[in-house]
């Protein structure tokens, strides 16, 4: 996976933020309202290649599609950090050079998560 562009990561927040599903029209309008001024073709064609990529799902209504996000920030994140471990030569001591650099609530929050996981990581992740 390619972390997302500029516009990409933006139109992605929008669309974590939202709640709802949104038209391109209403996506420039929140860019707007951020200070950002695409042009409303840029967005839609974006908008379409964060579809194909499996990001977002549209749904036809009326005469445009209203576009709502797949899978999570949260998912995001996650992909980019497996991808980085994926990346080091040595991953334990990556990983524990990342968990380092946590906060104290992040450690707790970290150590928490590691208690409930079962012993074996299931298949899919």
């Avoid at 009326?62 to 995001?76: E, H």
Wanted: glycine content about 6%; hydrophobic content about 40%.
């Amino acid at each position: 996976m390619r972390p997302f562009g500029e516009l990409e990561a933006e139109i992605m927040r929008v669309m974590w933020a939202s709640g709802e599903p949104l038209n391109v029209h209403e996506i420039v309008d929140a860019l707007h309202r951020e200070g950002r001024d695409p042009a409303y073709t840029t967005v839609m064609t974006v908008t379409e290649r964060l579809r194909t990529k499996g990001w977002l799902e549209r749904d036809k209504q009326g005469r445009s599609f209203r576009y709502s996000p797949v899978r999570t920030a949260d998912d995001y994140s996650a992909e980019l950090m497996e991808q980085a471990l994926e990346s080091s030569a040595d991953r334990e001591s990556a990983l524990l050079r990342f968990a380092g650099r946590l906060d104290a609530s992040e450690a707790a929050a970290l150590r928490r998560a590691l208690a409930d996981m079962p012993a074996e990581p299931s298949a899919d992740g």
